[in-house]
């Protein structure tokens, strides 16, 4: 596995791992189709000198990303997926990690459906803490709304 910055020619790699958890349709907000977002995921992370994407790769194949943006008030909002058939195999941990590092000295902020219990134990084991749990504020084309945690992991950390 490698960990790297996102590069210029990255988008559709992205993109690719993007749309993949999109279409499972539970894991993070976007619905499927996903749009295409890589030329925006280009134009806003590389050579960004405040905003962060990282790329985890095996064996040459972009298979999860994690991003930071900045925020006002100087936190960082944290995103991120892993492509199914390549969870639970330290992925996550290891970009969370290097996005952590990266961060260092800055509040990390998160949004995460309570569903997503794979998600939650990764952020507990790196220190995220809930700050709000609100009940049914995500609403869903089939009618349904999600509730949606707030975390943190202080900057302090």
Do not use: C, T
């Amino acid at each position: 596995m490698n960990i790297r910055r996102v590069a210029a020619g990255d988008g559709p790699a992205w993109q690719r791992v993007f749309a993949a958890v999109a279409d499972e349709d539970r894991w993070i907000g976007v619905e499927p189709p996903a749009p295409e977002r890589g030329e925006h995921v280009e134009a806003r992370f590389v050579g960004s000198d405040v905003d962060v994407m990282l790329l985890a790769e095996v064996d040459g194949d972009v298979v999860g990303w994690i991003s930071g943006e900045s925020k006002p008030g100087g936190a960082i909002e944290l995103g991120m997926g892993v492509r199914a058939g390549f969870r639970d195999r330290g992925i996550g941990s290891a970009l969370l990690d290097a996005l952590l590092g990266w961060a260092d000295g800055h509040r990390v902020v998160l949004r995460v459906f309570p569903h997503n219990e794979r998600a939650l134990a990764l952020y507990g084991k790196f220190g995220f803490v809930l700050l709000e749990h609100k009940a049914g504020v995500w609403p869903r084309r089939n009618g349904e709304f999600w509730d949606l945690l707030f975390m943190e992991r202080p900057a302090d950390r």
